[in-house]
């Protein structure tokens, strides 16, 4: 079975430095994990925070 040996809740502002981001993660073998989030802070200049879980799993 393919336990998950890390956690991380990437987030950020919602633009294309976000998204590389995640494909970073993506591109390093992390899986997507659950569905994405999105926050609506009026008090910010770029009111959208966004967040997306990944995960890595352990290898048999």
Same mark, same amino acid.
């Not at 976000?18 to 200049?45: A, Q």
């Given at each position: 079975?393919?336990?998950?040996?890390?956690? =991380? &809740? &990437?987030t950020? *502002? #919602?633009?294309s *430095?976000?998204? #590389? !981001?995640? %494909?970073?993660? &993506?591109? =390093?073998?992390? *899986?997507?994990?659950? $569905?994405?989030?999105?926050? %609506? #802070? $009026? $008090? !910010? =200049?770029?009111? !959208?925070?966004?967040?997306?879980?990944?995960?890595? !799993?352990? =290898? #048999?």
């Amino acid at each position: 079975m393919n336990e998950i040996a890390e956690y =991380k &809740l &990437l987030t950020g *502002e #919602d633009n294309s *430095e976000f998204c #590389d !981001r995640v %494909t970073e993660f &993506l591109n =390093k073998g992390w *899986e997507l994990y659950g $569905s994405p989030i999105m926050h %609506t #802070d $009026s $008090s !910010r =200049k770029n009111n !959208r925070i966004v967040g997306q879980a990944v995960v890595r !799993r352990n =290898k #048999d």
